[in-house]
């Protein structure tokens, strides 16, 4: 099986490397369009501001390859955030994949959100043999708002989407790859889905 992590100078590819491996498979970064398009199974990381991200996309022309993919994709943190139509970090344009708009968590509570938190109200095969109120791990300022692509929320304040998905795109707003077992195993079921 050949998974691309997508190559776009978004920060965490090692520990995500690191959890591939440890779950028995290979992975390989690659910004270049044939071989991510011939991938089996494509990762699309994010640390980092969504509108440099997003410039980055566009300077590799990434941001026109990755709406056309085929295959499984899982968008992970600031990589789900820019599937969404927009973002209000940078007033960022998305790739539209997931119909909704980031926004910034209010004054409130502590932003960024940092550490562990449950998800609930899980309906996809990415959470096989999750339990509900599983504890994952997250660091963001921004978060997706609850829509008809939302397949796990969390609470910060505010209910908000944990995971997504429409088609064969996935995100998940936490980090699968630092979120112990829990993660482990979701990222196991991305890694198998048929």
């Known amino acids: 099986m050949k998974i691309v992590i997508i190559d776009y100078g978004a920060g965490n590819i090692q520990s995500i490397m690191f959890a591939i491996k440890r779950l028995g498979y290979e992975a390989v970064l690659s910004h270049e369009a044939d071989e991510i398009r011939n991938a089996d199974k494509v990762i699309f990381p994010g640390v980092g501001e969504a509108s440099s991200a997003m410039a980055k996309l566009k300077a590799t022309g990434l941001d026109k390859v990755i709406p056309t993919l085929k295959q499984p994709v899982l968008g992970i943190c600031l990589g789900m955030q820019l599937m969404c139509h927009s973002s ?73 989407s944990a995971a997504l998905q429409k088609d064969n795109f996935y995100g998940v707003q936490f980090h699968p790859e630092k979120s112990s077992d829990v993660g482990s195993e979701i990222m196991k079921n991305f890694l198998t889905l048929s």
């Open 88 to 160: 209000k970090e940078g007033n960022t344009e998305g790739l539209g994949i997931f119909d909704l708009d980031v926004v910034k968590f209010s004054n409130n509570v502590k932003v960024p959100q940092i550490g562990w938190n449950q998800i609930s109200d899980l309906k996809s095969k990415l959470f096989t043999n999750i339990p509900e109120k599983s504890y994952i791990y997250l660091v963001h300022s921004f978060y997706a708002p609850i829509g008809k692509e939302t397949i796990a929320t969390s609470e910060y304040n505010v209910e908000y």
